[in-house]
């Protein structure tokens, strides 16, 4: 069964940074792409990050600069380094595994950027 568990996520003023994990169990995130996304209330579920099985990344234009992607393989982890934070930046943040068929999420973590 694979699960995906996220983490790290609270209240931080403007300009403050997080660090988001994702752990997941059940498969081996070697040999996928993993990403982050995010839900504001009110809005759809926007993608904010995406980092091959080889390393290579991809983020949304809002987030460039201030967010970094990264995994490690031997923890089954993915990370999301969240820098600069601004209060639009809010959000619930979800990491997402897909392995070809099925889109395996988690249970999402809540990040709040307010003074």
């Known amino acids: 069964q694979v699960q995906l568990v996220e983490s790290g996520g609270g209240l931080v003023q403007p300009g403050g940074s997080l660090r988001l994990s994702c752990v997941v169990s059940g498969i081996p995130i070697s040999i996928y792409a993993m990403a982050w996304y995010r839900q504001a209330p009110g809005k759809q579920r926007e993608l904010v990050a995406r980092i091959g099985s080889g390393g290579s990344t991809k983020y949304a234009d809002s987030v460039k600069g201030r967010f970094t992607i990264s995994r490690e393989n031997t923890k089954n982890t993915v990370y999301l380094q969240l820098n600069s934070l601004k209060s639009e930046d809010t959000a619930v943040y979800y990491c997402?595994?897909?392995?070809?068929?099925?889109?395996?999420w988690g249970q999402g973590t809540q990040v709040t950027v307010s003074s």
């Open positions: 997402l595994l897909n392995d070809g068929r099925y889109d395996y």
